[in-house]
C-alpha cells in the first residue's frame, strides 16, 4: 500500500470514529431531554392526582367560590391532555391556567377560616405546594437539557450528523404572560 492510500485510509478511520463519537454525543443529549421530560411527568402525575382531594376539600364548604374550582378542574384537565399528547407548548399555556387557579384557591382560602384549620386542607396545600416547586425545578433542568441538544444539533460538524439521522430541535417549556406576571392580590379577593 503506498503511502497516500494510507493516509487516506487513516483519514476515512479517523472520520468515522469522529462520527460515532459525535452519533453517541447526540443520542445521549436526546436521551437527557426525554430523561427531563419524565421527570417534569411524573410530578404533573402526582400533581394530578392531588388536586381532586383538593377540591373535595374546598367544596365542603358550600360558600367556597365554585367558579374557581371549576376553572381549576378545567385547567386540570387540559394538563392531563397536552401531558399524555406530550404537547409541550399546549402544557406550558395549561400550566399557566392552572397555576393562576392554584393560586386563586390558596388566596381565596383565607376568607375561609374553617377551610384553613382544616388539617387536610393544609396538608394538601403543602404537598401541592411542594410539587408546584418541584416541578419549576424539572422544567428549569428540561429547558436546560432541550437548548444544550437544540445548540448541539446546530453546531458545525454536528449538524451534519444530525441531519442524518434525522434530529430536530425540542420545543422549550415556555410559560403563558399571565403566569410570569405579578399577582393582583386585591383582585383575588374581590372576585
Keep these: ?10 483519514a476515512i478511520v479517523v472520520l468515522l470514529i469522529y462520527g460515532i463519537v459525535i452519533y453517541n454525543g447526540l443520542v445521549q443529549l436526546k436521551h437527557n431531554v426525554a430523561r427531563a421530560w419524565s ?8 400533581r394530578h392526582d392531588e388536586l381532586p382531594k383538593l377540591v373535595a376539600v374546598c367544596r365542603q364548604y358550600q360558600q367556597f ?16 391532555s397536552a401531558r399524555e399528547d406530550h404537547d409541550v407548548p399546549a402544557l406550558g399555556a ?3 391556567m392552572l397555576r393562576a387557579g392554584l393560586g386563586q384557591i390558596f388566596a381565596v382560602a383565607e376568607a375561609y377560616p374553617e377551610l384553613k384549620a382544616n388539617e387536610h386542607f393544609m396538608q394538601l396545600q403543602t404537598r401541592i405546594t411542594a410539587l408546584e416547586n418541584a ?10 437539557s432541550v437548548n ?9 460538524p454536528d449538524l451534519l450528523v444530525a441531519r442524518l439521522f434525522g434530529y430536530q430541535a425540542q420545543p422549550l417549556l415556555r410559560f403563558a404572560a399571565a403566569e410570569t406576571a405579578d399577582v393582583d392580590v386585591k383582585a383575588l379577593f374581590r372576585a
Excluded at 1 to 10: C, D, F, K, Y
Excluded at 65 to 80: F, K, N, S
Design 94 to 96: 395549561a400550566e399557566g
Design 65 to 80: 367560590e365554585q367558579d374557581t374550582l371549576v376553572r381549576v378542574t378545567e385547567a386540570r384537565a387540559r394538563v392531563a
Design 39 to 46: 421527570n417534569i411527568d411524573v410530578l404533573l402525575k402526582q
Design 135 to 144: 416541578i419549576a425545578d424539572r422544567r428549569e433542568w428540561y429547558n436546560e
Design 148 to 156: 444544550v441538544h437544540n445548540i448541539r444539533i446546530e453546531q458545525f
Design 1 to 10: 500500500m503506498s503511502v497516500s492510500g494510507a493516509l487516506l485510509s487513516a
